[in-house]
């Protein structure tokens, strides 16, 4: 059969033109004023789309689009949310400066919006948030992704309460994303090489307000259908596809942003996936300047940024040897390096030749700037890669961290957002970098602020009962069983949310644990409490698929199920509901494996309180004004231990503060004490977790001053990066040569504070310059347990003589610490382009 396509666009009277602009522009998606613009044309149309602004209009009949574009009313409200979208394009924003040379970040998922599914969960919603937000902000910044033919499944329970998966084809022509095209109007393709094959990818654009995210796609005529598959689903497949996958991404990436005449000064990679980036760069740059291996990856590393999100080894990606060298092995050839010296890029320990090749490796070693995403998850990746860097102690170990943040005008429900605006003012919208707004909390009133967060309860709970009575009619249920679902949940009861992916170390079930206690709990008359839960199950995770069974088995066996309900298919929409309309969001992971988490913030934008293990971003963000902790942020052996301390911790919250404190009401039936929480934790949850701040610091930290590193390369073609390679390769070769042959210092066994000291230390340079090493003297607090030096500083030394290449370093330090105290010498490169003085391997202590 030969099947001749064309795509069909509903024909739009002139005055509605400008929605069709904005339906394809995922601005759309964090304004709620652009998105009632659709809801008004046609409301059973937009439920019907599963609000898609795009398919809406399709669906919309022609004579209702006729009637429409001759209502005055409809008209001005279109031209006010139009005339507010080109000004978001157009306006001054907080980077204000050249947008010549771009960061490209990198993501394998990004969750912008329910019309677009490719995303699976938090690293998604992440990546999409940090998208939207790079718009608000002006700064330089594109998205690469891949465009998934099914994206992540969805989830539906059958009436045991097992989980379903089911991959619905995405419908690409009724999405907002756009084919690039060349010139002649032809696609733009790309190529990479598969393990002897060449894969096409052509190449998407979504439109994210100022911004453009890319997205590449290999579902093509021109590939054969297992290459065509590359792309089909998110996290499906199996390790080979996973490789395929991320080729595409990190080599594919950078060709696609080539063919889109971009260039990537800096790149960001959101999580291992897209590391190997790093190789191409290294390509580009050896073919175009004829550099050596060595000397491009000192051009590329300082320009690199890396992202962990995973705080357990066995989390990181791996790949085993066998397929790398199916997929990889070429690349000796292109790079010019050694089979064994390509494997050491992605080995923690290069001479074992066991070990596998690690994503998370390659992406550290090829980067300058590293990060976990909170405080506690930057500590714990220090102390996961510490051996990367032999001979450095752990708190100069270069990963830092940058707590993640979510998008407020994203996350915020609607009808907050529009009580915020009116008391925090037009700046709020518009100069979304002022954290400080969020100070005017306390100028709304107690009782509006109440009613707004009620009636997103009761949202949540008419919500809650559709999709129960959807999935008791899809399973089968009698007509009296339907009715009930009429009765689960109540508008008023005390509502926790527990919504994450359903994997074992997030303890879904940790309530259950004592179910009379629980169940005293649920029944109370008085002070009823109800659980709403939601999340998927890795379609593999049998235990966590476990964990949703009984969850749902509980209800039934107890016959609780108008006070503990599931809902399917979590997603975006069934996110906002909750995190908006519940009254506690609990979270129970088992410290340190939530490498941040982000619903907790989004919950605490809507003054929904948490109740959390101390771990991920509310290890740095609790304190007892803003919500509750349960344990003090111990850690445990022993599970089984474990579980029982912190089950017994939470009721015990519950039941003595929190069922309490939301019940104690006044005269008003206000409950002053509960409100006045939810604003100190919107107020301080709102500046410190706002993804605004989070792209300050990303740029802060590390895009400027990579974009700086690059235009400094630029200015002389690179010469600076070629010598830097130059020097360490002859440090390399110099560094057994290097001795420190003595420390003197005049310290006595007591010393006063105020007292000055001076250390000297006489350094066999061989051959050596002194201006090519920095001598530090480390010195600090002496912990007699283990002892090593504490909180160490370490202060510059200067060589003062010589005699031959012995060379004496001198510096006087004053004492000002008290307590036992020591010292000593350690020598680390330098050089004006070194970014950070520790290179591997090249570090001598005293
Ligand atoms: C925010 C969000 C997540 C991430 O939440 P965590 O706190 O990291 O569990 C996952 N899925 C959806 C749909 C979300 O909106």
Known sequence: MNISTYTVKPKLPAPLKPLEEMARNLWLSWNFDAIQLFIRLDYDAWLQSQQSPIRTLGMVSQERLEKVAKDDSYLAALKEVYGRFQRYRKGDTWYRGTKKDVVAYFSMEYGMDVSLPIYSGGLGILSGDHMKTSSDMGLPLVGIGLLYRQGYFKQYLNADGFQQESYPENDWYNMPVEL??????????????????????QIWEV???RSSLYLLDT?????????????ATLYGGDKETRIQQEILLGIGGIRALRALGINPAATHMNEGHSAFLGLERVREVMEEKGFSFAEAK????????????????????????????KYMHQWTQILGISWKDFLALGRE???????????????????????????LHGKVSRDMWKGLWPGLPESEIPIGHVTNGVHPRTWVSSSMTDLLDRYFGPHFDEEPTDLEIWNRMDRISDEELWRTHERRRERLVAAARDRIRQHLKRTGAVERKIQQAEDALSPYALTIAFARRFATYKRGNLLLRDPERLLRLLKDTERPVQLIFAGKAHPMDMPGKELIREIIHFAEKY???????????YDMTIARYLTSGADLWLNTPRRPLEASGTSGMKASMNGVLNCSVLDGWWDEAYNPEVGWAIGQGEQYEDPQLQDDVESKALYDLLEREIIPMFYQRGRDNLPREWIRKMKNCMREIGQSMSSHRMLMDYSNQFYFPALKNYRRMVKDDFAEAKSLAGYLGRLRSSWNGLRITKVESNAKPVMLRGDSLTVNAYI??????????????????????????????????????????????????????????????????????LVHPYRSGLIKWA
Not at 559 to 569: A, G, H, K, Q, Y
Not at 789 to 810: C, F, K, L, P, W
Request: charged share 25%.
């Open 298 to 325: 000192e051009v590329v590393w300082p320009t690199n940024i890396f992202t962990t999100h995973t705080p357990v080894p066995a989390g990181n990606e791996r790949f085993e040897i066998a397929l790398v060298d």
């Open 349 to 375: 320990r290069p001479d074992d030749d066991h070990e596998t090749f690690c994503m998370t490796v390659l992406a550290l070693k090829m980067s300058a700037y590293s990060n976990g995403v909170s405080r």
């Open 559 to 569: 016959d609780v199920t108008s006070r503990i309900v599931f809902l399917e298919n």
């Open 207 to 209: 439109k994210v307000g």
């Open 180 to 201: 690039k095209t060349d010139k002649s109007g032809n696609p733009l393709k790309i190529s990479v090489d598969m393990a002897g094959r060449n894969v096409i990818a």
């Open 219 to 231: 579902n093509i005529e021109e590939n054969a259908q297992d290459m065509r598959n590359v792309t």
């Open 764 to 833: 066999d340079l061989g051959n050596l310059k002194p201006e090519e090493l920095q001598v530090e003297l480390y010195h600090g607090r002496v912990s007699n347990q283990n002892a090593t030096i504490e909180h160490a500083r370490h202060t510059e030394m200067r060589a003062v003589s010589n005699d031959g290449s012995v060379y004496r370093y001198q510096l006087k330090v004053e004492c000002t610490d008290t307590g036992c105290q020591g010292h000593t010498v350690r020598i680390l490169p330098k050089h004006s382009f």
